[in-house]
């Protein structure tokens, strides 16, 4: 390979550290939206730990990490605005929708305003929770229409307001400050989605509830999520089992068997995106979405979604008539070693009119992949 260009990117540090801290990828990864690569330490912790479980005993080992899961709380609270005690490790973003949703114990029946686009396992389980999903008001490309979401809250408010920051499906930066903040005049319940914006755009946004995974753009290990729920909702929300005496009530939503490793993998993971300086992340990872956007806009007639300055770095594709999506996935990975994902319509078929190819790009990546990916297509 080539020396990086990184001429057109911010923080050329970032690239150069992030690249360094972990180990070399087989080809070229541009796949940060499903999982990113992990870095040495945060895989050397969740090792070290597997192995503390086999010296020590499970439980004592999970005892001495104690400390160390707490300062995770805390930076992940920090994330989100909130603070340790109003956080819960869980298994995945899915988990902790569905931990919240068994904690809140909504009459059935009860409306939920969610985008349109919404991806489409949340919207089966709010389902799942006889909750009634409409839509929120937006504009022709998707985005939240604050207007009408203040309309919305003024008329007939729903039991609470579900928005999914980033999409799976599209790169489009929700403006959840904004709509935070008119859920918060209304007195409706805010829930923030932050599944690919975690690590990605800025989630102390005021949201009452935040949750989230590890292994997209914090880069932490897979089986891991986290939820964020803010203490005057926490005291609202019944667990299955209460809380063990003297810890927080978010604890309880904690399962009490879990992939402990894996927890101290996101903890070190974390440390290190605070160290990057997530305001530096977001930049970077803003300038790649847009030269990504920019290199690949009209090659071979795909044609990018998102707006080209959209800041994020996930850039989704529409192919040229008699293109199939899943085919060329497949024909990157194999012929070309680069790692994207095709995303169907099932994904948001409340938006979607058609599969699209996802690149997402994490720090690392370079102008020289991002060409290389152009060329391929
Ligand atoms: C990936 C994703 C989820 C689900 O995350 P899991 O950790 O796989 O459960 C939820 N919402 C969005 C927008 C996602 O991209």
Not at 30 to 36: H, I, K, P, V
Not at 193 to 198: G, R, Y
């Amino acid at each position: 390979m080539t020396e990086p260009r990184d001429d057109r990117l911010p923080h050329a540090d970032l690239g150069a550290s992030w690249r360094a801290s972990r180990p070399r990828p087989a080809g070229r990864h541009l796949d940060s939206a499903a999982s990113s690569r992990q870095s040495n330490r945060a895989l050397e912790a969740a090792a070290h730990h597997a192995r503390h479980e086999a010296e020590l005993g499970g439980y004592v080992a999970e005892a001495a990490a104690d400390d160390l899961l707490q300062q995770g709380r805390s930076v992940i609270g920090g994330l989100a605005g909130m603070a340790a005690a109003d956080v819960a490790f869980v298994e995945s973003a899915q988990a902790a929708l569905v931990a919240l949703l068994t904690g809140w114990r909504l009459a059935a029946g009860s409306r939920v305003a969610c985008l349109p686009g919404e991806y489409a396992p949340n919207v089966a389980q709010l389902r799942t929770y006889g909750l009634r999903p409409e839509p929120l008001p937006v504009d022709d490309r998707g985005r939240a229409d604050l207007d009408g979401i203040a309309r919305l809250l003024a008329g007939d408010p729903p039991r609470f307001v579900h928005l999914t920051h980033i999409g799976s499906h599209r790169g489009l930066l929700q403006p959840a400050a904004e709509v935070a903040a008119l859920c918060r005049e209304a007195g409706v319940h805010f829930v923030l989605d932050a599944a690919q914006s975690l690590g990605h755009a800025d989630t102390d946004l005021g949201a009452d509830v935040v949750y989230g995974t590890s292994r997209k753009w914090l880069a932490g290990p897979r089986g891991v999520g986290v939820l964020c729920v803010r203490p005057s909702l926490a005291a609202q929300l019944t667990p299955v089992l209460p809380e063990p005496e003297g810890v927080p009530p978010m604890r309880a939503f904690e399962s009490g068997e879990a992939h402990v490793a894996g927890r101290v993998g996101l903890v070190v993971a974390v440390g290190d995106h605070l160290a990057a300086g997530p305001h530096r992340v977001r930049e970077r990872l803003a300038a790649l979405g847009a030269t990504t956007r920019e290199l690949l806009d009209g090659v071979a007639g795909w044609r990018v979604i998102e707006p080209l300055e959209e800041p994020t770095a996930t850039t989704t594709l529409r192919p040229p008539d008699g293109v199939d999506v899943v085919d060329t996935r497949a024909r990157l990975l194999t012929e070309h070693g680069i790692v994207v994902s095709a995303i169907g319509r099932e994904r948001a078929p409340g938006e979607m009119t058609g599969p699209v190819l996802r690149v997402s790009p994490h720090l690392d990546a370079t102008v020289d992949d991002l060409e290389a990916l152009a060329a391929a297509l």
